[in-house]
């Protein structure tokens, strides 16, 4: 029974993300009736929303390293207070600095808390079907925008926005607190198995300590592929409604463009995750990035929406279902006691390279006037992720960094 309880840290998880990731990434319908009720301009609500991306990124990082010390319930536990704290001031705030402190700092701080330490936690209780269980606990945060989003709207529409947040605060509180305590660490036995469904094998030296894991190559490796991987898609996600839009299309048939990535989504998460027990993790991640990168590049030839909607399944599907295999890697490579560390690590690099792409596609529209090298550019970015990804080392290299002596 023992053994069996990580599915239930699977479905723990999955819950979990959802309701946070619904709760932090529902602010953009949020933005028309913030803006028309209190006068703030939409680049200073949106304005929280940037502060938040870079405030998780790098708290996923120190709550990455505090899940290793203390484990991965208190962590979640203080992370669900903060989360329900911010969006309750964030929800009575009548000066546009108290609402982006709340929202960006509280609310985006809490939402690092969640990726690192329930991955890592997932990872520790399984040897078979690793890949598996890392994606369905994913499958919390692409569910998250077609739940939580869309009752969102209807809560605005019936009680005001101020209430409509006030009352995702609490019941956020409430649902993911209890959840908590069914998070629970593995036995040491079993989170130290070996991982026999992979191509790469761990090490025979794993380094404990987050100075020694900072200094391996793989670390390095697993960093690079992460950051190219996100920073050729962030781009073209952002910018491909505009695209569409340009080529013809309504603004309401645009923007079902991400519905039909995020539910794409959904699927390469199971598909990639079976995939990745079966064939090994790493071909199915080199796989996934020849994929992304091949249909960011389609986007250069299509004009009609029905085309779009096809690339978005295509690109749903492939940056979906590599993600979360990122996270097996990562075990593949480092013991269970720095798994936090390692994917605090990765997650605030990621963080940094989808920064990059909306802010990159814009400039590229203001300075050539469209989209064409964006997509080119996006497309070179998503081979370079799969041609790093080629680097990582074969099975049982050791993990200590020339010259260090293994902790």
């Known amino acids: 029974m023992e053994r069996h309880y990580g599915w239930v840290i699977v479905?723990?998880?999955?819950v979990i993300t959802c309701v946070a990731m619904g709760a932090m990434f529902a602010l953009p319908v949020y933005l028309q009736p913030m803006a028309d009720q209190t006068g703030w301009t939409r680049a200073?609500?949106?304005?929280?929303?940037?502060?938040?991306?870079?405030?998780?990124?790098?708290?996923?990082?120190?709550?990455?390293?505090?899940?290793?010390?203390?484990?991965?319930?208190?962590?979640?536990?203080?992370?669900?207070?903060?989360?329900?704290?911010?969006?309750?001031?964030?929800?009575?705030a009548t000066d546009l600095l108290v609402f982006q402190i709340a929202y960006g700092g509280l609310v985006?701080?809490?939402?690092?808390?969640?990726?690192?330490?329930?991955?890592a936690t997932t990872i520790g209780w399984f040897d078979k079907n690793r890949s598996l269980a890392v994606s369905l606990v994913s499958l919390g945060g692409g569910v998250a925008p077609m739940v939580i989003t869309p009752l969102a709207t209807v809560l605005i529409q019936t009680y005001g926005w101020r209430d409509a947040m006030m009352m995702t605060a609490i019941t956020a509180s409430v649902l993911i607190v209890p959840l908590s305590f069914l998070i629970r660490r593995a036995p040491d036995a079993l989170a130290a198995s070996p991982t026999p469904s992979s191509d790469v094998a761990p090490a025979e030296s794993q380094p404990t300590r987050m100075g020694a894991v900072f200094r391996t190559p793989q670390f390095f490796v697993l960093a690079g592929v992460f950051f190219f991987c996100c920073a050729a898609h962030s781009g073209p996600i952002f910018h491909t409604v505009s695209y569409a839009m340009l080529c013809g299309a309504s603004a309401i048939a645009a923007a079902s463009i991400y519905s039909v990535e995020g539910f794409a989504g959904l699927f390469g998460r199971v598909i990639f995750g079976v995939l990745g027990d079966k064939l090994g993790v790493k071909?199915?991640?080199i796989g996934g990035l020849v994929l992304q990168a091949a249909g960011i590049y389609t986007?250069?030839?299509?004009?009609?929406?029905?085309?779009?909607?096809?690339?978005?399944?295509?690109?749903?599907?492939?940056?979906?279902?590599?993600?979360?295999?990122?996270?097996?890697?990562?075990?593949?490579?480092?013991?269970?006691?720095?798994?936090g560390t390692?994917?605090?690590?990765?997650?605030?690099?990621?963080?940094?390279?989808?920064?990059?792409?909306?802010?990159?596609?814009?400039?590229?529209?203001?300075?050539?006037?469209?989209?064409?090298?964006?997509y080119v550019s996006s497309a070179v970015i998503g081979l370079a992720a799969a041609a790093l990804a080629l680097a990582f080392p074969p099975k049982n290299q050791d993990l200590a960094p020339t010259g260090a002596v293994p902790a």
Do not use: C, N, Q
């Open 44 to 92: 200073g609500i949106s304005g929280a929303m940037t502060v938040g991306f870079i405030v998780m990124g790098v708290a996923g990082f120190l709550w990455g390293t505090l899940t290793d010390r203390i484990g991965a319930r208190p962590v979640v536990l203080i992370a669900a207070i903060m989360l329900g704290v911010g969006l309750f001031i964030a929800s009575r």
């Open 108 to 119: 985006g701080a809490s939402g690092g808390a969640f990726f690192a330490p329930l991955m």
């Open 11 to 14: 479905a723990t998880g999955a």
């Open 342 to 374: 390692v994917l605090g690590g990765i997650t605030m690099t990621s963080s940094i390279g989808m920064a990059f792409g909306p802010l990159g596609g814009g400039w590229i529209f203001d300075t050539f006037g469209d989209y064409h090298w964006l």
């Open 283 to 285: 071909r199915v991640i």
């Open 299 to 339: 986007y250069i030839y299509v004009s009609e929406l029905s085309h779009f909607y096809a690339l978005a399944a295509v690109l749903g599907l492939a940056y979906g279902g590599v993600m979360p295999l990122y996270a097996v890697l990562a075990r593949d490579y480092f013991g269970p006691k720095v798994m």
